[in-house]
């Protein structure tokens, strides 16, 4: 696989430097700094490669393979009539990536809230800090901070009553940190929404349920896909993090069935997947080896993490790489063999790229500001512990070749 890491930006607490010695020869970035719906204009394009590739004469080369991401605008997620200038935005900001040599493009279509935890500082045994979701927190913030109308309906009753006892409890810091974790903006961001006005974004969405979003990103891909696909660019949609519904907002990108569907929906290489274990494997109805079988020739991006259900299975919490509740060593061998596969039938570049996603804060980290999940030492940890496990398992095919797949399910 293609080795890379995402960055942020000058900003980033994580110089490029970092990355190049953990070993990585991509950059997954994004023009952060320009309002969501604008077009990417060439020159900031060009200004973010000519960053990355700095010092590309002094050492071994870094270059942007992949955007991550991309925003797709709240209107087009609503279906407004203003759906139609921001799709316009998009697809010129896709020519001009083109243009510029860059032809992997992530993106989320989840409304509103782009990522949802209720704990950045989670204390694992090992005295590391995770990134965690608690569900009854969750139902805290949403019944009682935010006091949604109709929230306590999407809780079971003995949650409801849990979540009020906890409130109360609750001093105010303990109230604000919770708060402000959950508004939590995109990540590699320290921005939150403001919690008066956050109800107004959601009502937004009020007669938007699943098949009217479902419709709404169909559409988008109707749109864009042939853009896309005429310029060379792979679109590659992330999964809801995490993949169930939150404050009564629908999400369509959680199941296996979900992605056979926005495939189908415009049924094109240039239509893929940005395959993420942490997300799909929260859910233990996901069949991550077998999706990454069914699914491989439409996956354009991988990210790497392991999440662990807890006694109740919407808690979790992000565990080292190679443990938690996802077979790394099983979806990292389907990797491989998709790669060989392309590899096969003559593709022009069969690696995947892929990261280590959501690293612990850990060893000299834990006493630096860090963006969440984001730090260097702990995706340092998972990146080698990846690499090692990609190397043992084409060792071992090499040792004892196996039939490739002549395709990837209908895909």
Known sequence: MLHTMRWFGSHDPVPLSALRQAGCSGVVTALHQLPVGVVWPVAEIRAR????????????????????????????????????????????????????????????????????????????????????????????FDICILGRPGAENDYAADVVTAAHTQWATMSEEEEA???????????????????????????????????ALRENLYYFLRAVGPVAEEVGVNLCIHPDDPPFPLLGLPRVVSTEADLRGLLAAYDSPANGLTFCTGSLGVR?????????????????????????REENPRNFHEAD???????????????????????????PAPQLPMRPDHGHQMLDDLEKRTYPGYS??????????????ELGIRGGLAAAPVPLQTAAAAY
Not at 73 to 86: C, F, Q, S, T, V
Not at 330 to 346: I, M, P, W
């Open 49 to 140: 490669q000519q960053l990355v590739e700095a010092d590309n004469h002094r050492y071994a080369p870094l270059h942007w393979t992949v955007v991550e991401s991309l925003p797709v605008h709240e209107a087009i997620k609503k279906g407004l009539p203003a759906r139609e200038e921001y799709i316009r935005h998009y697809q010129e900001s896709l020519r001009n990536l083109a243009a510029c040599g860059i032809r992997t493009v992530c993106y989320n279509f989840m409304p509103v809230l782009d990522w949802s935890r209720t704990n950045l500082a989670y204390e694992l045994p090992d005295g590391s800090r995770a990134l965690r979701f608690v569900w009854q927190d969750f139902a805290v």
């Open 177 to 211: 940190a919770l708060t402000n974790t959950v508004l939590l903006g995109l990540p590699g961001s320290e921005e939150s929404f403001e919690l008066e006005g956050f109800q107004a974004l959601l009502h937004e969405y009020a007669a938007i349920d699943a098949a």
């Open 284 to 308: 233990p109805d996901n069949d991550l080896p077998g999706m990454v079988a069914r699914f491989g020739a439409r996956i354009h991006f991988v990210h790497l993490r392991a999440t662990k």
């Open 321 to 347: 790489h190679l443990t938690g509740d996802v077979d790394m060593y099983a979806v990292v061998r389907a990797l491989v063999l998709e790669e060989a596969r392309r590899a096969a039938a003559g593709h």
């Open 376 to 389: 260097a030492i702990g995706r340092l940890r998972g990146l080698a512990e990846l690499r090692g496990l």
